[in-house]
Each structure stands twice: as structure tokens, then as C-alpha cells.
């Protein structure tokens, strides 16, 4: 092996055996430069990745297209360089606004905007609806309950 390559591997073992930086509990727009990544970069896996683990965990087989479809939809849009980010608080005696049969399975505490334009007049806004989990901000979707997508379904 010559010096180089063993250079080369010394070095990404080094990387990989360092911890990724944790996000601070107190800068939720830490989560908006990842979110535009996996938007933009349209990789389903990382954008699953910056749901919060409880999200995760209420997806079932049955419920899996519905997420799977929704991650999906937002590849459709591209998230400018320059975009705008801004964070609020969410209150807790506000009220989440969900449909029947929809529950949050943790109760995000602030919501992330992003704002772009994308060309004359026309622009592109997402928002995030996050909460802190051991060391990152992670995106709070709503669950589905079984009742909901048997009466989706129903509807089809």
C-alpha cells in the first residue's frame, strides 16, 4: 500500500470515528441547511432521516405510502441558495390543526419556514413543524391512525 492510499484511509477512519456535531436545543433553524439538502438533493432517505424518531416510529406498513408519497411531493420543488429561513416558537396552548384521524405523536415546539424565490413573482415555502430530540432538531409529522387510511382508502 503506498503512502497516499494509507493517507487516504487514515484519514476517513479518523472521519467516520468522529462524532457528528450535535445541534443546540436552543437554535432550531440548525435544521433548515438540512432540510434544503435533502429537498433539494431529492433523496428520499435523507429526508425520512429528519423525521423525529417518534414520527418514525408510528409508521406502519399501512401508513408507509401515505408518508412515502407525501416526502415525495416535495422533490418537486427546489429550495433557492438564497433562500430565507425563520423559526417561532409554537405555544403550547395553541392548537395543532390536524384532520380527524391524524395525531401528532409529540407536540413540536417550533415551527421553521423557509421562503425563496424562484423566479419573477413566483416562489416556494415550506414549513417545518420541529421539536428536540437527545442531540438534533427533528421534523414532527402528524401519524395516521388505522381508521384514517381504511376510510382513505374507502374513498379511492
Not at 54 to 77: G, M, N
Not at 89 to 112: C, K, M, Y
Amino acid at each position: 500500500m503506498s503512502v497516499r492510499v494509507a493517507a487516504a484511509l487514515a484519514a476517513v477512519v479518523a472521519a467516520a470515528a468522529v462524532p457528528a456535531r450535535a445541534d443546540s436545543p436552543d437554535r432550531p433553524l440548525e435544521f433548515a441547511p438540512r432540510l434544503v439538502a435533502a429537498i433539494n438533493g431529492k433523496n428520499a432517505d435523507r429526508r425520512r432521516a429528519l423525521l423525529h424518531p417518534k414520527t418514525l416510529a408510528c409508521i406502519t406498513r399501512e401508513t408507509r405510502p401515505f408518508i412515502e408519497q407525501s416526502l415525495a411531493d416535495q422533490f418537486r420543488y427546489t429550495i433557492p441558495a438564497d433562500y430565507r429561513s425563520r423559526v417561532e416558537a409554537i405555544p403550547a396552548e395553541r392548537p395543532l390543526q390536524v384532520a380527524d384521524g391524524v395525531t401528532f405523536p409529540l407536540r413540536p415546539t417550533h415551527q421553521v419556514q423557509l421562503d425563496g424565490q424562484t423566479g419573477p413573482q413566483q416562489g416556494v415555502t415550506f414549513v417545518g413543524r420541529v421539536a428536540y430530540t437527545e442531540s438534533a432538531w427533528g421534523d414532527g409529522w402528524p401519524c395516521i391512525t388505522p381508521t384514517k387510511v381504511q376510510a382513505v382508502q374507502a374513498a379511492k
